[in-house]
């Protein structure tokens, strides 16, 4: 049956799949029965004809058949998957740019990033949304270091829009997510009069004096003509002044990218602290899309402005989101973690390190430290991907692999110095001859 398929190279997947799955139930029949239950190998508990009906491809991914217990190893249902081949920002620019005409003035906020970059399937998802619905609204939750910013960036650049970015902390408000008051330091009040020279004022005060405020007066001193020339001069100036604005309004980030076709990424709004403060921004998330200025103008989100809300969620200071806020999202992607092999493959790309053996052997450290954070409920520090690859240039600098660890890894994934001190010794020391 399955070595018959074996024999045949796998040529027909459909009918190896049918013997794994045959394989699969009759193995598992033989371990939980009697002797005098227990079903030969080569046959199923299920009827030929029953096999499609019972064991439907939905049902499998659903996990309907998971086992409730796993004994020893791991369970795994046998599919034929499909893995898509990431694609570089270079061959998604040429499926996806120059569908936006971009204003002169904001092309430099267009990221250049390398375009030998391999694209996650986050960012690519997000794409093709963008190219066949009329969704623009996203969210990535995940770890630091999974590459939420980056993925944004990436889609800006592959699109050719302009990259804006806001960045929320605990006291973000309301009006700060659409627009800041500031003093008004360069006053733009200047006088429209004509001021006599010194040398005037030398041969005649009386004409100087009469060129300010329209009164001769004969036999004036230049003493004096030069005082009531200093005192018309204040009023006149004071009176301009009183007329310009203490406060100027500055449009944040937000309203800038609502203007104009761009990616906007709103960087950490679960840290604000008070939940409800986002849904100022619902109605720019609504269908209409349009919201008031404190200074009564209306600001429309541009129906290719592209929103990314990139957050953590476990970390200290984060709270839940509104409800309300998360409906209008038109995806929710949780970043995974980068594999070993993939932060290997980064860490060579961005740095330049070429030792792929002792690159190994850093990544599994960091990933073995970052489990052992979750398992012993560390929440005081960190250890992802950037920890990575600080630790590889702060290796490169130095060429103390013990060193650099401290510096770069072990002090930040805890701020306890035992809980750093045994990391050292389980993690570290035990394989440093790979130095």
Partial sequence: MLEEQEKKEWEDMEAALRAAFICCDAMYCEVIANPQQAIPLEKSQFRAEELED???????????YAPNDEIYGKFHVLLPVNEKTKRTLFELKQIYSGRWDVNERTKERIPSLPEDYLVSKEAEEILQMVDKTPARLFMMTGDAGTGKTTDARMIA???GLPYYVFTCGPGTDELELLATTVPNMGGTAHLEMELPSLEDIEMDPASALATVNGIYEEGISREKAFREILKAVYEKGYEKSKNEKDF?????????????????EIQEPAMIEKPGTLTRLNSLFDDGAVTDLVNGEQIRRNPDTIVIMTTNLDYVGCQNFNQSVLSRMNLIQPKEALTEEEMVKRAMKRTGFKNKELLSFMAATVCKIHEYLIEQD??????????????????????????????????????????????????LLPHCDVD
Avoid: H
């Fill in 248 to 264: 100027l309004l500055k449009e944040s980030e937000i309203v800038k990218a609502c203007r104009e076709p761009s990616v906007l």
């Fill in 54 to 64: 019972v064991l439907p491809e939905y049902k499998i991914a659903a996990g309907v």
């Fill in 157 to 159: 650049q592959i699109l």
């Fill in 378 to 427: 560390i929440t005081d520090g960190v250890c992802g991907y950037r920890e990575l690859e600080n630790w590889v240039l702060s290796y490169m600098v130095s060429n103390d692999l013990r060193r650099s660890a401290w510096t770069a890894l072990l002090s930040k994934a805890s701020m306890d110095r035992e809980e750093q001190g045994t990391m050292e010794r389980v993690f």
